[in-house]
């Protein structure tokens, strides 16, 4: 069975709601980060940077929230419904293109954000900067959501990019000018909320409002 190492509220988040939405049989190891379990040497032979979330699907071991969200939408399709656009075509290479951009652009900003200290002395002036960087990525999502005026991210399909724009974007409800703040991410972020799975993962997790 799928063994997903998880903590609530961290980068375990969007896989946990993947795999909530697939309805396949997974089963939740949750990760005492709190007495830093995650880096105890037992699990740094899952994932040697000690961060979570590692999958284990049989032989394989992954981390890095992105790989895991394609691994799952590739190799475990779920009752028809298709998580990532098929390969060779042309939704496929902007599906790639905005998973590389969301883990390696959003989510490394919003990394210095949140610990601002592992990057200079001065860590106001790194968090404001940050946030100040951040604010024009989510205004990029919000014009390409426009932009197609589909109800996911990806379009008219919900894909395994949507659990990973809606956990990043969750990471801003505590900024002066939040995603939730921007019309058309806003409306979209609050259909992802409502959707079943979500709100299966947000009770299991017991995540506080505002969840994003």
């Known amino acids: 069975m799928i063994e997903l190492h998880y903590y609530p509220s961290n980068a375990s988040f ?25 880096k105890s040497a037992a699990y740094l032979k899952l994932n ?5 979330p590692v999958l284990v699907d049989g032989d394989i071991v992954l981390y890095e929230t992105a790989a895991i969200l394609m691994h799952l939408a590739d190799c475990h399709p779920a009752g028809g419904h298709v998580f990532a656009p098929a390969t060779g075509t042309a939704e496929r290479a902007q599906y790639y293109k905005w998973m590389v951009w ?31 960087q951040i604010a024009p990525m989510l205004d990029q999502l919000d014009a390409e959501l426009a932009r197609h005026g589909g109800p996911w991210f990806m379009g008219q399909h919900y894909t395994a990019v949507d659990p990973l724009v809606f956990m990043l974007c969750r990471w801003t409800r505590m900024q002066a000018r939040p995603a939730r703040a921007r019309p058309v991410l806003g409306a979209y972020l609050q259909r992802v909320l409502e959707r079943a799975a979500t709100q299966r993962v947000v009770a299991r997790e017991k995540l506080a409002d505002p969840v994003y």
């Open 14 to 38: 969007a896989p946990h709601l993947l795999l909530e939405e697939m309805g396949i049989p997974y089963r939740l190891r949750e990760v005492d980060r709190a007495n830093d379990e995650h």
């Open 48 to 52: 040697p940077n000690g961060l979570i």
């Open 102 to 132: 969301l883990t390696n652009t959003l989510q490394a900003m919003l990394i210095h954000y949140f610990y601002p200290d592992r990057m200079a002395s001065a860590a106001a002036e790194v968090k404001d900067r940050a946030e100040a």
